[in-house]
């Protein structure tokens, strides 16, 4: 057993990896793992103050060090990230975009966040992570994805809007935003 399968209980989940061609790119959609961690620093160092803001809904300028490492040792039984990683040209390897589902205990949901590099925004790699979150989500038989967005950000209650999210609650400034998952392949 190696070093990754003592942190991760369950086996990094290789059949999950996707290669694709977007918008003349290639692009690896894969599970974050373990050894992702320096690469998703130098990821968020690429995302500007104001959009960590409004991923974190706090104002970083930096996520410290055993936040990232949280963010890439996960137990896949209880959590999952995609990472868009670029498979091609000068940024090959690097990391572009995250998105993560968290599963509630006791319910058959899951909490999303999603964050795209902030010179990389508006390039169809949000829509992308998140349905490929949602295409896993659904194969695990969750029965609805939710998350908590700032009113003010346009791009994500807009995007969540295309992918046929409604909204639920708004308190304040924070609205839950809600998306039913039909058991249903086709409808992926
Ligand atoms: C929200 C976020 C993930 C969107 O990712 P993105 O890659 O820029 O979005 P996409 O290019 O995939 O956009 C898909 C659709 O969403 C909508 N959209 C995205 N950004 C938009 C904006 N700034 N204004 C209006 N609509 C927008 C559009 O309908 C867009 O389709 P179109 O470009 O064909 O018109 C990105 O802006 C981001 O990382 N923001 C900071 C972090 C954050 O706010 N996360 C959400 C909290 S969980």
Redesign the pocket.
Known sequence: MSGDDLNNPRAYPEELEEQIEHRGRQLLLRPIRAQDTERHRLFLAR?SP???Y??FFAGVHEVPEPEVEHFTHIDYDREMAFVAVAADGAEQGEIL?V?RACMLPGERAAE???????D???????????RKLIRYCRARGIAELR????ME???????A??LGFRMRTIELNVGEIALELRTDPAAA
Do not use: C, I, P, W
């Not at 999303?112 to 902030?118: C, K, Q």
């Not at 998350?147 to 700032?150: A, D, Q, S």
């Open positions: 995302v104001r959009d960590l409004t991923r975009g998105a999303f966040a999603v964050l795209v590099r902030s990389l925004k508006r390039q169809g790699l949000g829509a992308l992570l998140m998350g908590n967005v700032l950000n346009a791009a994500m209650l807009a995007l809007h295309s």
